[in-house]
């Protein structure tokens, strides 16, 4: 696996040598209280809003990327919000250019970070959809990718934690045989309980998921995942031109950032030429870079897990 040179911390938000060892040794990191109360405040507002305009749409949109799982009774019930950023809601992308996840995602994935999805996954008040056992997916670990996970409410077991398996990311696991054998009960099984502003790092190969909830309280989460262009280079399943299109989230990330927080240190961006985007004058075009192919996960089923 290729590692990123990070001897000591750079700064206060990348992560420390003993903080990336748990994380390859378990594929799993927890970061407590990892963002700011003014911003977390403004990322609960926007993951309202979002949840309200998804509640609204018929499904008959353009970009449908409100995702809902089906009840026997008729009803429907939301679970996933994609491409968060142009969903009207600034607060996505000034979370995107923040030191706490551009630190983040330079640690683990070097200089030439790619951020390659975000959404919004949640289990709603009172009935949340299950996301059973996956693996995000899988690829030959000549590079990390990981998902940063930001919690916007507490999460606790038996409310819908979820559930990992550490150790588990070092090759692809057969997950029908997880399920048969264990259900959610598997002996290394551990709930990840999170408070508002913490961040969970998970690597797209750690086996998780979390059990359907009734009765429970609102649990949301924003995923942002994060390669390195070397990467994707190598593997795929995209190109350079789709590279390019996905940075220029940074710089206007950045701009965001620094427009809303003009007190915080701004994270020093520090691409190499080869990967530096070129910007358009279109940033409405910019804020959602569709993925017409996917990497293949590991799941159990056809089924998208989320």
């Known amino acids: 696996m290729t590692l990123p040179n990070i001897s000591e911390k750079i700064s206060p938000f990348h992560l420390s040598d003993e903080q990336i060892n748990f994380y390859d040794n378990n594929g799993y990191l927890i970061l407590r209280n990892w963002i700011p109360a003014p911003m977390l405040e403004c990322l609960q507002q926007a993951g309202a809003a979002w949840i309200a305009d998804g509640s609204q749409s018929d499904g008959s949109d353009a970009y449908y990327d409100y995702k809902f799982a089906n009840r026997s009774n008729g009803n429907r019930v939301m679970y996933r919000v994609d491409y968060v950023h142009n969903k009207g809601q600034i607060a996505s992308l000034e979370l995107l250019g923040s030191p706490y996840v551009l630190g983040v ?28 056992w996956h693996q995000d997916a899988t690829h030959p670990r000549s590079h990390r990718i990981f998902n940063y996970d930001l919690y916007l409410d ?3 077991t038996g409310g819908g934690a979820l559930r990992v398996i550490p150790g588990t990311q070092g090759q692809k696991a057969d997950i029908c045989a997880v399920n048969d054998t264990y259900g959610w009960d598997h002996p290394d099984a551990i709930d990840v309980e999170m408070n508002p502003g913490d961040v969970l790092l998970h690597d797209v190969m750690v086996v998780h998921g979390s059990e359907r909830t009734q009765g429970k309280a609102l649990r949301r989460t924003i995923y942002y995942e ?3 262009a070397e990467e994707i280079i190598k593997d795929g399943p995209w190109d350079s031109t789709w590279i ?11 701009k965001r950032f620094g427009e809303a927080y003009p007190d915080v240190a701004p994270f020093m961006w520090q691409a190499s030429d080869e990967f530096r985007p070129q910007m358009s004058e ?9 993925h017409l192919v996917h990497m293949d996960g590991s799941y159990c089923s056809a089924g998208d897990a989320g």
Do not use: H, W
């Not at 995602?105 to 059973?132: H, R, W």
């Not at 390019?244 to 950045?254: A, K, S, T, V, W």
């Not at 279109?282 to 569709?290: I, Q, S, T």
């Open 154 to 156: 507490e999460s606790r």
């Open 226 to 228: 994060f390669r390195a």
């Open 105 to 132: 995602a330079e640690s683990l994935c070097g200089n030439n970070f790619v951020p390659t999805y975000e959404s919004m996954v949640f289990k709603q008040a009172g009935d949340g959809e299950a996301i059973p």
């Open 282 to 290: 279109d940033e409405a075009a910019e804020l959602r870079v569709a």
């Open 244 to 254: 390019d299109q996905r940075m220029r989230l940074i710089p206007l990330g950045l």
